[in-house]
């Protein structure tokens, strides 16, 4: 199965139809989308809405690959459970988010070798097909954050009990 | 000491749940826009306001509001946020209402440069983080990130 999310916000249109089109040419493969309603239905893919932390854990461990934009919730999620994922940031120029962040965040993260991205709904659709045919393994990360920064931070809660 | 942990939902939340080992030994509250994520904390006293992510003036007014009537109820010694703008609002409601220490954990998404959020919580917060060893500066620490 192969588990697409577009986070809670905004609408994700170019993906979500990308993604349908792979999914038509697919058949042999599961699609499940998250999306968000009254947008794009997706015609080869079955959908869900709102779904609860909970939820979406459980369909991100039971997927094969993840696709997502390139949110941090949807990114540090599959890190966690171990899956390969693959982002397409959103871009100011489509009206899908309000700056050109996710840009960078996906650039600097695909170099340092926790994702993979694709910049483009052609390149995310060769890419699938990559990541399926040759899984390659991304970088691990634990449950928390670094020891360092739960450190400072304990520090800072030590002293403010003074 | 009481602390209150606060994120809008998505991607803050999970930055925010990956802070939790470090308030251990403290009572914790957490705020955030989605009720279903009290899954996440379930042990915990937990709070929601109006997702007020959209440009919409009302339902920004209306989770200001709400927000500081949080605060007034959940009366933190320390406000910690890894953003954006209902963290931002309980910093500030936080430090003017009660005096709280408050801390501000920029989005690791903001790889360029700090949030317009992140700067304007320098006023606020007792102590900011950025996730970029490039974007620490005076009054901006690096200290890791919650990879």
Redesign the interface.
């Known amino acids: 199965m192969i588990f697409v999310t577009i986070g809670t916000q905004l609408p994700f249109d170019r993906l979500i139809k990308a993604v349908d089109q792979l999914a038509s040419e697919m058949k042999e493969t599961e699609f499940i989308a998250q999306t968000i309603k009254g947008h794009y239905q997706p015609k080869y893919m079955k959908t869900v809405y709102d779904l609860s932390p909970t939820k979406f854990t459980e369909l991100s461990k039971k997927a094969q690959i993840i696709i997502s934009h390139a949110g941090m919730g949807t990114i540090l999620s599959a890190l966690m459970v171990e899956k390969p994922i693959l982002v397409m940031p959103r871009l100011l120029k489509h009206k899908e988010i309000r700056s050109d962040h996710q840009i960078a965040t996906a650039n600097t993260l695909e170099d340092l070798r926790y994702i993979n991205v694709a910049y483009s709904t052609a390149e995310l659709k060769s890419k699938v097909r990559d990541m399926i045919n040759n899984p390659a393994p991304l970088h691990k990360i634990g449950n928390f954050a670094s020891d360092e920064l739960i450190k400072s931070i304990t520090e800072f809660l030590d002293k403010s009990k003074k | 000491?009481k602390?209150l942990a606060v994120a809008s939902?998505?991607?803050?939340?999970?930055?925010l749940m990956?802070?939790?080992?470090?308030?251990?030994n403290?009572e914790v509250a957490f705020l955030t826009t989605?009720k279903?994520?009290s899954?996440?904390v379930e042990d915990h006293e937990f709070h929601s306001v109006i997702d007020a992510?959209s440009d919409a003036k009302f339902k920004l007014i209306l989770m200001t509001i709400q927000i500081a009537i949080k605060i007034l109820i959940i009366r933190p010694?320390?406000i910690?946020t890894t953003g954006a703008a209902p963290g931002l609002l309980s910093l500030v409601w936080g430090k003017l209402l009660l005096g709280s220490?408050t801390?501000w954990?920029d989005?690791?998404?903001?790889?360029?440069k700090i949030s317009l959020s992140g700067k304007l919580a320098k006023r606020f917060a007792?102590?900011v983080?950025t996730?970029w060893s490039h974007l620490e500066e005076s009054e901006i620490?690096y200290?890791?990130?919650?990879?």
């Not at chain 2, 939902?9 to 930055?15: D, E, F, K, L, P």
């Not at chain 2, 990956?18 to 251990?24: H, I, K, Q, T, Y």
């Open positions: 000491m602390i939902a998505g991607g803050h939340w999970v930055q990956r802070l939790v080992p470090a308030f251990d403290n989605k279903n994520f899954d996440n992510a010694n320390v910690i220490r801390i954990v989005s690791i998404a903001n790889v360029e007792d102590q983080y996730q620490l200290r890791g990130s919650i990879l």
